[in-house]
């Protein structure tokens, strides 16, 4: 059984560039198609970005398009969300979780298993 597990959030002001980790025990990340999702204060939870097990397919919201990259290190058993020119829209919770494919992104999500999350606070 693979558990996911993300870190990396912190606060930074508008305009600068964070990397949020989600770092996986157990079975190889490898295999594992692997999302990131936020979820804002008194708002749904919904995709950011998604990557396929073979790293060769990437999805994004719209919102964070040309702003956001996801990406995978087999090794490190890690996938991370490169975040630069952060705004305050983007704060939020950020949360990593395993799928059978990539859902569309930018859309609410639902799901009871998910993980602490790693906060992300954008200051304007």
């Known amino acids: 059984q693979v558990q996911l597990g993300e870190s990396g959030g912190g606060s930074v002001q508008a305009g600068d560039s964070l990397r949020v980790s989600c770092t996986a025990s157990?079975?190889?990340?490898?295999?594992?198609?692997v999302g990131w999702y936020r979820q804002a204060p008194g708002k749904e939870r919904k995709g950011v970005s998604c990557i396929s097990a073979s790293g060769s397919g990437t999805y994004y919201a719209d919102s964070v398009k040309g702003r956001f990259t996801i990406s995978r290190d087999s090794v490190k058993k890690t996938v991370y969300l490169q975040m630069n020119s952060l705004k305050s829209e983007d704060t939020a919770v950020y949360y990593c979780?395993?799928?059978?494919?990539?859902?569309?992104?930018?859309?609410?999500?639902?799901?009871?298993?998910w993980g602490q999350g790693t906060q992300v606070t954008v200051s304007s």
């Open positions: 157990g079975r190889p990340i490898s295999s594992l198609i």
């Open positions: 979780a395993k799928s059978s494919v990539c859902p569309k992104m930018g859309l609410p999500i639902t799901g009871d298993n």
